[in-house]
C-alpha cells in the first residue's frame, strides 16, 4: 500500500504578518512625501528672503549696539563665554535683556565673518527656514499626522510679510533662535507623549531652557504644554501637574530677570498711561494682530502710539477694542465648555496666540511702539494651526462639506502666494537704515515721530548727504524748537558743508539757549567761534565744555590751540601736556 506523503506544515506561525509589497510601498510613499514637503518649505524660506543677503545692517537700531560695537564677540575663550552668561553684566544692562545664547552664536559669526553683513543674514535666513520645517512638524504631529494644517502652518509661518522684522534684522537673532528652541521643546513633548518615557520630557525641559537663554520671549512655553494635553484629550492626573513644575519654575526665573533688566529703563513708568489706556493698547494690539494675519498691509518697523486728544481720548478703534476682546474671551470660555473636534481646535489655536503674544501687548508699556511685526512670529501657528485644521475637517467630509474645504484650501494657497511676493519686497525694505527709515515716515507722515527723522538724518550725514541730512533736521525743529541736539546738527552743516559761520553760530547758539551745560553743543561754539576769529569766546565756550567732560583729548587741544591763538603759551603748553596724558590713558 502506497502511503501518501506527509502533508508539510509549518511548526508554528510567525508572529506577524510583514507587510505587503504595495503596504510598504504606500509607507515610503508617504515618508517620501513629508521629506519632500519640508524641502520645498525651506527652498521657497529662501527663494522669499534671498534679497537680505545684500542688506546692510541697522546702525541706528540695535545692530550696532548688538553686532558692530559689540566687545563680546570677540572673545570666544571659555572667560568671554562666561562673560556673555553672567547675569547683571555692564553689557547686558545696557540692552535691557539676558539672552546669553543669542550673544553666542552672533560671535560664531563674528569669528568666522567679522562685520560681514551677509554672514549674519544668512544664519537669520537658515534658522527661519528650520523653524518653518519645526512649525511644519510640530502642526504634523498635533494633529494626529495631518497633513493639511503642517502645510498651512508650516507655509505662513514661512512666508507671512509680518515675519520679515525677526529674520531680515540681524539683531533679531533672538527671535529665531529662541524660536528654534521653542518647536524643538514643543516637539519633544509631542514625542514624550506617545509613550511617556520620562528622558524625552527632559529633552523638553533642556530645549526650553535653551530658548529662555536666548529669548525670555520663552516664558509661555508651560501653557502651551497645558493647552496641548487639552487638545489631546489627556485625561488629568497629578503626574501631569508635577511634570510641569520645573518649567513653570524656570518661566518665573526667566520672567523675573527680565521684567528687572526691563525696568532699567525700557519699561516707561506706570503713570505714563491710565489704567484703562493700558487695556485699550493691549486690546487693540491683540485684535489687530489678527486681522493683520489676512491683510498685512501698511507694515512698518515702528507703529507710534495713538495721539491722545486734549480730552484724554483715544481714536475710536482703541475705545472699541476692548468690547471686541471680551466678546471674544466671552466665546472661547463658552466653547471651553462645549463639545467637539473643531471646538477645541478653535480654543486651543485662539489660546496659544494669546498666550505666547500676552506679554508684549503693551499693557506694561515698553519702548515708543505700540505694536512691532516681530511680536506675531511664533503666536501666529496658533492662528494658521486652526484653518489648516478646518480645511482638513471639510476635506474630510461628504459633499458640499467637503468643496467648502477644497475652497478654503484654495484661498489660502493664493493668500501664500501673493504673501510670498509681498515678503520679497518687505524684505528690500530692510536693506540699511535710510530705506528703513523712509519706508516708517512714509507710512506715518503726519505723526511727528522726530526720533526717526534723526536716525534718518544721522545716517545721511555718514554718507555726506547733508542736504537730506539738513532737511530731516529742519523738520524736526519746525515739529520742537526746542530740540537741542537738532539745532546743533543744523549748525554744524551749516558751518562745515556750507561754510556759513553765520547761520552755523546762529543754531548753535539756539541750542545753547536750550542747554547751557551741552558739552557737545559747547564744543561746537567754541570750534565756531575759533573759526570767525573769536578767540576770547571761543577759549570760553571750550573751558566751559571741559568742566564736563574732561576726558575728550581733542577738547583739550583745542583749548591748547586756543591759548596759543591767545599768546598765553604756558597755558597752551599746559592744556597739550593734559591731551597727551589722556591719550596715553
Given amino acids: 500500500m502506497t502511503k501518501k506523503p506527509a502533508s508539510k506544515k509549518p511548526l508554528s506561525k510567525p508572529a506577524h504578518k510583514p507587510p505587503t509589497t504595495s503596504a510598504a510601498s504606500a509607507i515610503d510613499q508617504n515618508q517620501y512625501l513629508l521629506y519632500g514637503a519640508m524641502a520645498i518649505l525651506f527652498l521657497i524660506t529662501i527663494m522669499v528672503y534671498s534679497p537680505m543677503v545684500k542688506n546692510d545692517f541697522i546702525h541706528t537700531w540695535d545692530d550696532s549696539i548688538y553686532v558692530v560695537d559689540n566687545k563680546l564677540l570677540h572673545d570666544l575663550s571659555l572667560n568671554g563665554i562666561k562673560n556673555m552668561f553672567i547675569y547683571g553684566d555692564d553689557f547686558q544692562k545696557l540692552i535691557n535683556n539676558y539672552h546669553p545664547l543669542t550673544i553666542l552664536s552672533l560671535a560664531l559669526n563674528y569669528q568666522t565673518s567679522g562685520l560681514s553683513p551677509a554672514s549674519y543674514h544668512i544664519t537669520n535666513m537658515v534658522f527661519h527656514g528650520l523653524n518653518a520645517i519645526l512649525a511644519f512638524l510640530f502642526a504634523f504631529l498635533l494633529s494626529r499626522r495631518k497633513l493639511w494644517p503642517a502645510v498651512i502652518t508650516g507655509l505662513f509661518f514661512a512666508i507671512h510679510p509680518m515675519h520679515i522684522e525677526s529674520v531680515a534684522w540681524a539683531s533679531e537673532r533672538k527671535d529665531v533662535l529662541y524660536t528654534f528652541f521653542f518647536l524643538a521643546g514643543l516637539i519633544a513633548y509631542l514625542k514624550y507623549l506617545a509613550d511617556e518615557k520620562l528622558w524625552k520630557l527632559g529633552v523638553a525641559l533642556l530645549f526650553f531652557i535653551f530658548s529662555c537663554l536666548s529669548k525670555a520671549m520663552a516664558v509661555p512655553f508651560p501653557m502651551i504644554l497645558l493647552l496641548i494635553d487639552f487638545l489631546l484629550r489627556r485625561k488629568f492626573s497629578w503626574k501631569m501637574v508635577v511634570e510641569k513644575i520645573p518649567f513653570f519654575i524656570i518661566a518665573l526665573l526667566i520672567g ?146 467637503r468643496y467648502i474645504g477644497i475652497g478654503l484650501a484654495a484661498g489660502l494657497l493664493i493668500l501664500a502666494v501673493v504673501f510670498s511676493f509681498i515678503s520679497r519686497e518687505r524684505v528690500k525694505i530692510w536693506k540699511n537704515d535710510i530705506t528703513l527709515w523712509t519706508d516708517v515716515l512714509n507710512q506715518y507722515p503726519d505723526v511727528r515721530t522726530n526720533f526717526i527723522y534723526e536716525k534718518r538724518a544721522e545716517r545721511y550725514l555718514l554718507k555726506d548727504q547733508y542736504e537730506a541730512a539738513l532737511a530731516d533736521y529742519q523738520t524736526i ?109
Fill in 256 to 401: 523675573f530677570m527680565s521684567v528687572h533688566l526691563q525696568s532699567i529703563s525700557a519699561i516707561n513708568k506706570f503713570e505714563t498711561f491710565t489704567l484703562f489706556q493700558r487695556i485699550m493698547h493691549a486690546s487693540y494690539g491683540f485684535i489687530t494682530y489678527i486681522l493683520m494675519f489676512f491683510n498685512p498691509s501698511g507694515l512698518s518697523a515702528f507703529y507710534p502710539y495713538p495721539a491722545i486728544t486734549t480730552s484724554g481720548v483715544l481714536p475710536l478703534p482703541f475705545r472699541i477694542a476692548p468690547y471686541f476682546f471680551m466678546m471674544i474671551a466671552a466665546i472661547i470660555i463658552w466653547l471651553s465648555t462645549r463639545k467637539g473636534e473643531i471646538v477645541r481646535i478653535i480654543v486651543f489655536g485662539i489660546l496659544f496666540y494669546f498666550f505666547t503674544i500676552a506679554l508684549v501687548l503693551q499693557f506694561l508699556s515698553v519702548g515708543k511702539a505700540i505694536m512691532a511685526d516681530r511680536y506675531t512670529y511664533i503666536p501666529f501657528i496658533g492662528v494658521s494651526f486652526i484653518l489648516g485644521m478646518l480645511i482638513d475637517y471639510f476635506i474630510r467630509k461628504r459633499a458640499p462639506a
Fill in 477 to 585: 525743529v519746525a515739529n520742537d524748537a526746542r530740540n537741542e541736539n537738532a539745532l546743533e546738527a543744523i549748525g554744524r552743516i551749516y558751518g562745515k558743508y556750507y561754510n556759513d559761520m553765520g547761520k552755523a553760530i546762529e543754531n548753535l547758539d539756539k541750542a545753547y539757549a536750550v542747554n547751557p551745560k551741552n558739552p557737545s553743543v559747547l564744543k561746537s561754539l567754541g570750534v565756531a567761534m575759533g573759526i570767525r576769529g573769536d578767540f576770547h569766546k571761543s577759549l570760553d565756550y571750550l573751558l566751559q565744555a571741559y568742566q564736563v567732560d574732561k576726558a575728550d583729548t581733542t577738547l583739550a587741544r583745542n583749548i591748547s590751540t586756543t591759548y596759543s591763538n591767545l599768546g598765553m603759551l604756558e597755558k597752551a603748553k599746559e592744556f597739550d601736556q593734559l591731551a597727551r596724558s589722556i591719550t596715553v590713558k
